[in-house]
């Protein structure tokens, strides 16, 4: 059973309104019949130091990823996270997480790659709601197993991959190219000005063509998403319709910036590069451009 949508006066500007809660809206509503919450951090042990009443745990890395092919869980895999979480198919699931979402928004998407129909992002995330001061619990609850269906993972017009990326720069009207990172990392340059790779990747810089927009510009101090018109105008250079790649480092940044595109927008065809520059920086005799993002920000 679907939980209502949040009728927050702002929520109403986006363009899926439906896809996001408020913290007094989800605070109201903790225990609900048909609504499960969901915490997903880049740091799980979070978790164990707070977490909302009632919210179950996903770890990204463990929970999500297969153990030995780097890709994610198969359909049966996923069902049955879903009965060790106590979540049914027709449940509505709130995520949120830290770092203003990049995991929880990850999270939500890979939701949405199993076509799980109701699930939302919690406005503000974990540092939100502990920002608020709101009640926590250390409680870790075991909900009955659901009985949740195996259903077949879709990637397709969700999920971009390194082939088709690199198909697309060879072609005049190939795919818009969204860079999320900061400056720095998209520059792929030191201090100095000489090449330097970063977290975990052998070469730094970006992937020729792609446009910078920082994923950070999307959200307040607080974690919350900016105004509709304040999105409006940062993504004014991007049409809608455009087969539209976002990329990070590993895909959570980008997961953020989807969710903004896709559902506080109304994007109608954009997709996460999950890949990201941890494979592109890493494979051999890829093309890379470096510089610029305004030298870095100076």
């Not at 105004?227 to 049409?239: G, I, K, Q, V, W």
Request: glycine content about 10%; aromatic content about 12%; some cysteine.
């Amino acid at each position: 059973m679907a939980a209502p949508f949040d009728p927050f006066p702002a929520f109403q500007e986006y363009a899926h309104p439906e896809r996001i809660v408020s913290a007094s809206w989800l605070s109201a509503r903790l225990g609900s019949p048909g609504l499960k919450v969901v915490e997903s951090n880049e740091d799980s042990l979070l978790y164990d130091i707070g977490h909302l009443p009632g919210a179950v745990r996903i770890d990204w890395k463990k929970d999500l990823n297969d153990p030995i092919t780097r890709d994610f869980i198969d359909g049966k895999a996923f069902a049955e996270l879903m009965d060790r979480k106590g979540i049914a198919r027709d449940d509505t699931v709130v995520v949120y997480g830290d770092k203003s979402n990049w995991w929880a928004a990850f999270t939500l998407w890979v939701f949405e790659l199993f076509g799980h129909t109701d699930v939302r992002l919690l406005n503000g995330g974990r540092d939100a709601w502990m920002s608020e001061e709101r009640d926590t619990s250390y409680v870790v609850p075991e909900y009955p197993a659901t009985g949740y269906p195996v259903v077949e993972r879709i990637d397709e017009g969700q999920r971009a991959f390194v082939a088709e990326v690199l198909e697309s720069l060879n072609k005049p009207a190939g795919m818009k190219l969204i860079d999320v990172r900061t400056a720095t990392e998209f520059a792929g340059l030191d201090a100095q000005g000489n090449p330097a790779g970063g977290d975990g990747v052998l070469r730094g810089g970006h992937i020729p063509g792609a446009q910078h927009l920082d994923w950070s510009d999307t959200v307040l101090p607080n974690g919350n998403f900016r105004t509709r018109a304040e999105l409006d105008a940062l993504y004014s250079s991007l049409n809608r319709t455009d087969d539209t790649v976002v990329y990070c480092r590993v895909g959570d940044r980008a997961a953020h910036t989807w969710f903004v595109l896709k559902y506080l927008l109304g994007f109608e065809n954009v997709r996460n590069y999950d890949g990201s520059w941890a494979e592109w920086g890493n494979m051999v005799r890829m093309p890379i451009e470096v510089g610029t993002a305004e030298a870095a920000e100076s």
